[in-house]
């Protein structure tokens, strides 16, 4: 299902826009309607009178593979273990697994909880449960160091069609295969590590440490693009609807009316999104180092601050005298009523005493 997840879950999620909390790209959550769905498929194949999973009484998980099971499997009996058996940490479910021999690679003393798919890493638990400490140096699986990456810029050049990544460096490739690349190119480059207290669905906030490589260098390079073709107001509105497309993933809520709603007008937005950003990586940061389409609305006939025959200077003045005119009617109102109330003080015997001589 990779090439399904990166092209149909992932992408449109990039064309919106959506991220949670200022920072997170939303890796664990966009998983979750997927493989919730093909469980499901499966459990109707096999004839299962019931779905399982393994997410906490505490997390966003169970919501979203839970709504997930509503959408597809509302008559299917669902079976929580650590709500409805006596798991109740981490600890006991490492205990649970070794008397079973069941092999985890969480241990008791490194007992992240991880989630990782070809979009992001994510880490909790453990340390990370005091925001005040850092996170280790030896936390972190896909990305390198920032201190350690190479001390020579690199370039990279990714294209869109109508808002969906489809090449990197002149070479077309699928959602896995571009994916995967990016990510290469970013993790070595320390690019798209994220650390960040968040507020989880069921109310509690919760710190994640998370790494989305190529990810970041998509949402570069796709909000640069956009920022080139589209004018100001479609931004705007484009803007508006991210983080609600956002909340939306974060919540479980991708089977919906909300979410293909959303995706329509995403989708309309996106018709003239075609086009290459260059961008420059270098020790964890993101520059841009080119931009380029053949609907780009930026004109240098337009905006050049040398001569031109397309743009009228002396039609600016009018325009201002238009585009200020509420703040020059007022002005004069308020003159006009300070001249009104001059002239009513000026008209009323003064109260004060007569001086004695």
């Known amino acids: 299902m990779r090439n399904e997840f990166v092209e149909e879950f992932c992408y449109p999620m990039l064309r919106a826009g959506a991220i949670y909390g200022r920072k997170y790209l939303l890796g ?10 093909r469980q499901v498929d499966v459990a109707k194949q096999v004839g299962a009178d019931a779905l399982a999973h393994g997410c906490t009484g505490k997390g966003n998980d169970q919501v979203r593979f839970e709504l997930t099971y509503m959408a597809f ?7 929580a273990p ?3 058996w006596d798991i109740r940490s981490r600890e006991d479910a490492l205990a649970y697994a070794a008397k079973r021999n069941i092999p985890v690679a969480a241990t ?22 005091d925001p005040g400490q850092a996170p280790p140096k030896d936390l972190f699986q896909i ?42 190119i970013g993790g070595k480059h320390g690019i798209g590590r994220i650390d960040l207290v968040e507020d989880r669905l069921v109310g509690m906030k919760s710190r994640g440490v998370y790494e989305t490589p190529g990810g970041s260098l998509l949402y570069a390079a796709h909000s640069e693009l ?24 974060y919540e479980g809520r991708w089977w919906t009316t909300e979410r293909e709603a959303y995706d329509a007008f995403v989708n309309v937005t996106q018709e003239r999104v075609t086009g290459s950003v260059t961008l420059r990586l270098y ?20 905006v050049t601050f040398g001569e031109d025959d397309v743009y009228e200077q002396s039609d600016a003045a009018g325009f201002i005298r238009l585009y200020g005119l509420s703040a020059r009617v007022r002005a004069l109102k308020d003159r006009e009523a300070a001249v009104v109330a001059a002239a009513e003080a000026g008209a009323r015997p003064s109260s004060a005493p007569a001086a004695k001589s």
């Open 28 to 37: 664990t959550s966009i998983a979750r309607p997927l493989i919730a769905r």
């Open 73 to 79: 499997a509302p008559d299917l009996e669902v079976i």
């Open 82 to 84: 650590w709500r409805v």
């Open 108 to 129: 008791t003393t490194k007992i992240y909880s991880r989630d990782r798919n070809i979009w992001h890493l994510s880490h909790e638990g453990g340390v990370l449960e």
């Open 143 to 184: 990305t390198a160091d920032p201190a350690d990456a190479p001390n020579t810029p690199e370039d990279v050049t990714i294209a869109f069609e109508k808002g969906t990544p489809v090449a990197v460096n002149g070479r077309r490739l699928n959602g896995v295969e571009l994916l995967t690349l990016l990510n290469t």
């Open 226 to 249: 956009e920022q080139l073709v589209l004018d100001r107001r479609t931004l705007a509105a484009k803007d508006l609807i991210a983080p609600r497309y956002a909340d939306l993933v």
């Open 283 to 302: 020790k964890g940061n993101i520059t841009v180092a080119g931009r380029a389409s053949v609907h780009a609305l930026y004109d240098e006939r337009f």
